[in-house]
């Protein structure tokens, strides 16, 4: 089955810095990549996803890019906030239909 | 995005008792929906798949006989955690797919003590 690993696990960084988060997937039939936001005690928020038709994809201060010969895919942030502080967890699926599955989550501290 | 409401959000109870939590789709139909498992500062594990009109679909290690799904409705399913222990204590969170670009919504999560 899929495996998704996410690097790093935590991440600080300094308001307005630019964060980068990346993960590797082993299934070479996945073709969606989604990228969750998770506050304390609460569910998971999509905030971007791509699919393996395109390279990049932009969203104001968020992207992704994927590489699909490496398998691996990055979840970018520029200009960071305090408010973007949170855990981030990416995720790959190969069907439609069928559930993510997801890697082990980076938690980001953006320090003002 | 679409809504997925999930409740209760918290739940405490007594070791031996069934928690039922309910995961519905607000302005969708879900044929599938999903029910993970999150411990502390972990990722989401993937329970079993609800399929609606159907039994559920387990992950390998889940107890079926332990965790009961119902799946009744297009915007309905529902967790039942028989004779729960304190080792059951988690957050549980659905999830459903919907439109043609099959995105999965999560509900708020439904965090479980068993004392």
Redesign the interface.
């Known amino acids: 089955g899929e495996n998704v690993e996410q690097h790093p696990s935590t991440l600080s960084v300094q308001e307005g810095d630019s964060a980068v988060i990346k993960c590797t997937y082993s299934d070479s039939a996945s073709n969606?990549f989604?990228w969750?936001k998770q506050e304390l005690?609460?569910?998971?928020?999509?905030i971007i996803?791509i699919r393996s038709n395109v390279g990049e994809k932009k969203d104001q201060r968020i992207a992704v890019t994927l590489n699909k010969t490496a398998k691996h895919f990055s979840l970018h942030i520029t200009e960071t906030q305090p408010e973007d502080s949170a855990v981030y967890?990416c995720a790959a699926?190969n069907q439609?239909?069928?559930?993510?599955?997801?890697?082990?989550?980076t938690t980001l501290s953006v320090s003002s | 995005g679409a809504v997925v409401s999930q409740h209760p959000s918290r739940v405490i109870c007594k070791s031996g008792t069934s928690v039922k939590i309910e995961c519905r789709s607000l302005d969708f139909q879900a044929t599938t929906m999903f029910w993970y498992r999150q411990f502390p500062k972990q990722s989401l594990m993937l329970m079993a798949t609800s399929n609606e009109g159907s039994k559920a679909t387990y992950e390998q290690g889940v107890e079926k006989d332990k965790f009961l799904i119902n799946h009744a409705s297009l915007t309905l399913s529902t967790l039942t955690v028989t004779s729960a222990h304190p080792e059951d204590s988690s957050f549980y969170i659905c999830s459903a797919i919907t439109g043609a670009k099959n995105i999965q919504y999560f509900g708020a999560g439904t965090r479980l003590s068993v004392l």
């Open positions: 969606y989604p969750y005690g609460k569910g998971p928020q999509l996803d967890f699926r439609a239909g069928t559930a993510l599955i997801f890697g082990k989550g």
